[in-house]
C-alpha cells in the first residue's frame, strides 16, 4: 500500500504521521490519545501534559498487552478446538467404517435369516408330509394289530387248533419224510 503523510493536535502540538492507514483512522487514534491525556489530567494530582501522556501511553500499553494476552488465549482454545475437531473427524471416520461394518453385518445376517426362514418353511412341510405318512402307516398297522388280536380272540373262542398240512411225497429235511418215515 501506498504510505501517505496525515498531520494532527494533540494538546497543542502538531505531529506529523507517515502510515498506509487512511486519514479517518488517524485522526480517531489521535483523538483516543488526546481523550486518555484527558482522562489522566481529571485524576486530581497536578500533572503536566507530559505526565498524563505518559500515563495516556501506560493505559495504551496495559490494553495492549491485555488484548494480545486475551487473542494468545483465544488463538490457544482455537488450537484446542482444533485438536479436539481433527480427533472428533477421526472418530467420525472410524464410527463411520463401523456403521457400515454393521450395516453390511446386519445385511449378511438377514439374508442368512431369510435362507434359514426358507430352509425352515421347508423342513416344516417335510416333517407334515412325514407326520401324514407315519400317522397314516400307524393306523394302518394300529388296524392290521386290531385285525390280528380279533383273530386270536376268534381262533381260541372256535377252539382252534393250529394245524400244518403235510404232503407224503414232499421231502423236507434232507431226505427224511414228514411223517417221521425214511
Excluded at 501517505?4 to 483523538?31: C, F, H, L, M
Excluded at 481529571?42 to 501534559?49: H, Y
Excluded at 418353511?121 to 417335510?126: I, Q
Aim: glycine fraction near 4%.
Amino acid at each position: 500500500m501506498e504510505k501517505k503523510r496525515v498531520s494532527v493536535q494533540i494538546e497543542g502540538r502538531s505531529y506529523a504521521v507517515i502510515t498506509s492507514d487512511s486519514e479517518e483512522y488517524v485522526r480517531a487514534v489521535s483523538q483516543e490519545v488526546i481523550n486518555s491525556i484527558r482522562r489522566a489530567s481529571q485524576t486530581g494530582r497536578n500533572l503536566d501534559t507530559r505526565d498524563c501522556a505518559v500515563l495516556a501511553a501506560m493505559d495504551f500499553c496495559d490494553d495492549r498487552n491485555k488484548a494480545v494476552k486475551r487473542n494468545q488465549d483465544v488463538i490457544d482454545k482455537a488450537d484446542v478446538i482444533i485438536r479436539q475437531s481433527a480427533e472428533l473427524t477421526k472418530q467420525c471416520k472410524d464410527y463411520k467404517k463401523k456403521l457400515a461394518d454393521a450395516i453390511n453385518e446386519n445385511t449378511n445376517l438377514t439374508k442368512r435369516i431369510k435362507a434359514l426362514e426358507d430352509q425352515l418353511r421347508t423342513l416344516v412341510k417335510e416333517n407334515e408330509k412325514l407326520k401324514k405318512h407315519a400317522d397314516s402307516k400307524r393306523a394302518d398297522n394300529e388296524k392290521k394289530f386290531e385285525k390280528a388280536v380279533k383273530d386270536k380272540k376268534t381262533e381260541k373262542l372256535m377252539g382252534y387248533v393250529p394245524m400244518e398240512q403235510y404232503s407224503l411225497f414232499e421231502e423236507k429235511d434232507g431226505g427224511t419224510k414228514r411223517n417221521g418215515k425214511n
